[in-house]
């Protein structure tokens, strides 16, 4: 992201930040006022981009449907140093540590059960906060039963 007269060239952030951020940023970079109830999960990140302390908090996604390219109806939170899944299919839950596990490759939250149900509940609280559409449960759907044709 380039800001002149904000950003210094060349310069190399690496905090998550989330495309939300982009629009109560470049409102504040043009001097415009903020316009809270069209960013709610945005944050401006002019004092990240002058090189001031800036501690973003959680990101959140909600994906309720299916994907044309095998995603899966879940929700996310990501809290620092901490990433969790929960698949709205059957409640499963992965917990990752991203400072020793960039790739998601180990699923920790059997060993952090209480870190694991902290981010739950963290990631339900947003998903109420925000009135997210759940996706309804299919009543004739049988685990037992291989779709039919």
């Known amino acids: 992201m380039r800001a ?4 210094r060239a060349g310069s190399v ?3 998550p930040v989330c495309s939300t951020d982009f629009y109560p940023t470049i409102l504040e970079l043009g001097g415009l006022p903020s316009r809270p109830a069209q960013h709610q999960d945005g944050r ?7 090189g001031k ?3 973003r908090g959680p990101i959140f ?3 309720p449907h299916y994907g044309n390219q095998g995603g899966a109806p879940g929700g996310v939170v990501r809290d620092e140093d901490w990433k969790l899944i929960e698949w709205y299919e059957d409640g499963r ?3 990752f ?3 020793s596990d960039l790739a998601e490759r180990y699923n920790v939250a059997k060993l952090y059960p209480e870190k694991a149900a902290a981010m739950q509940a963290q990631l339900q ?8 559409t759940m996706p309804p449960r299919n009543p004739a759907y049988d685990p037992q039963k291989p779709p039919g044709r």
């Open 13 to 15: 952030c690496e905090q």
């Open 44 to 50: 401006s990140l002019v004092p990240l981009l002058g």
């Open 125 to 132: 609280a947003w998903l109420r906060q925000v009135e997210a």
């Open 93 to 95: 839950l992965e917990l």
């Open 97 to 99: 540590r991203l400072s």
């Open 4 to 7: 002149p007269g904000v950003t």
């Open 53 to 55: 302390p800036f501690r």
């Open 61 to 63: 996604w909600h994906y």
